[in-house]
């Protein structure tokens, strides 16, 4: 723990939170050193080792057990779109990546990619990751150059959730549940949404333009009370289930439009609307990786080191979520840096949360 947190936190924290931990006795009985912890330099030195890959693989496994919530105290308050996709049986897991800026000079890997909305290339490295939609707990991620696209690994993601995802939630049958993915246009590919189709995953993402122009396209009839909503349905020849591609204005007054590809069919195009809109929760955890914790200064300049850096960083996020939402805190990141600063004050004494803005109705004193 001493370790994750260490590693996790801004680099002008962790000199003073190393001190701090070689005056606790019981962190060095905890962490196996008698006489004191290890400086900074020699633990920077000690995680370019691959072996701790493992160790850290596994308790990322574990910790993503948590988004099963068994221990939690009541029932969590899920938005309108989230409680309607579940009450049809779809979880929801969200998928993107974010670039990890780095200097070449210091690291080897570093490769040109795109950091910003404005294109723009810069030298660093990628870290593709999908959460799930209740919690935006981890479930599976992967580091890559920043020149790499990535899109491939999406793949990868949806295979490793769907071998492990129905254990992580309680009170479902199995036969209820179908896995929802989210995403943006950076993992468009058309041989993949009908892949996802035949094989009974869902999803939602942007409509590219142009595309399905081969294929069978034919307009749905909607109320008038939708406004200016349209829906099409896509076929192609040996599918069986189509396509759906909702079109609609975003504001009233504006010449903006939602273009959503989807394969659900059974709910509004409002509730489709709304539950991609989830996918920002990936962006705000990104921005909480980038600017509350240390993902942006690794303090090891191997390929090795970075991947467990991303573990530790990664890991310390889901503790932070998981106490939080303990809490009765689901809007963890209005929360997050006090309990941060809890953890680095008395990491081993109960913490009182009497400062956290926990709801009336809550009684919790202690973690």
């Known amino acids: 723990m001493s370790g994750i947190v260490a590693q996790a936190l801004k680099s002008d924290s962790q000199r003073d939170f190393i001190d701090t931990l070689t005056k606790e006795d019981v962190w060095r009985a905890v962490c196996g050193f008698q006489k004191s912890l290890p400086d900074q330099s020699t633990f920077s030195r000690k995680w370019n080792n691959e072996t701790y890959l493992f160790a850290l693989e596994g308790a990322f496994t574990g910790l993503r057990q948590l988004v099963v919530m068994k221990q939690l105290p009541g029932e969590l308050k899920y938005s309108p779109p989230i409680l309607q996709a579940l009450q049809h049986g779809y979880i929801p897991f969200l998928t993107d990546g974010t670039h990890i800026s780095l ?12 950091a910003s909305k404005n294109k723009k290339r810069e030298f660093g490295a990628k870290l593709h990751l999908t959460t799930d939609g209740l919690l935006t707990m981890p479930v599976a991620f992967t580091a890559t150059e920043g020149k790499d696209n990535g899109s491939e690994l999406l793949d990868d993601h949806l295979t490793e959730i769907g071998e492990n995802w129905m254990s992580w939630f309680k009170n479902r049958q199995e036969n209820s549940l179908t896995l929802l993915s989210i995403f943006d246009k950076g993992y468009w590919n058309v041989k993949r949404f009908w892949r996802l189709t035949a094989a009974g995953t869902c999803f939602i ?19 008038a009370s939708d406004g200016d909503l349209k829906e099409f349905y896509i076929r192609r020849a040996g599918t069986e289930k189509p ?4 079109s609609m204005k975003r504001k009233k007054d504006s010449t903006k439009h939602w273009e959503l590809l989807t394969n659900i069919l059974d709910l509004p195009a409002a509730t489709i609307i709304a539950l991609y809109k989830l996918r920002w929760k990936i962006e705000e955890f990104f921005k909480c990786l980038k600017h509350l914790l240390g993902l942006r200064r690794p303090l090891v300049e191997s390929w090795v080191g970075f991947v467990q850096h991303l573990y530790f960083n990664l890991l310390l996020m889901m503790l932070l979520i998981y106490m939080l939402t ?15 600063r809890l953890l680095v004050k008395s990491p081993e004494q109960p913490w009182s949360f009497n400062t956290l803005r926990i709801p009336l109705g809550s009684r919790f004193d202690s973690l």
Not at 103 to 113: E, L, Q
Not at 243 to 246: A, Q, Y
Request: aromatic share 12%; glycine share 6%; net charge positive.
């Open 326 to 340: 303990l809490l009765g805190l689901p809007k963890w990141q209005t929360n997050i840096l006090e309990l941060k």
């Open 205 to 223: 993402c942007p409509k590219k333009k142009g595309a399905f122009k081969n294929d069978l396209v034919d307009q749905q009839p909607v109320s």
């Open 103 to 114: 200097s070449s000079k210091r690291f080897d890997f570093a490769s040109r990619g795109y």
């Open 243 to 246: 396509l759906r591609w909702i």
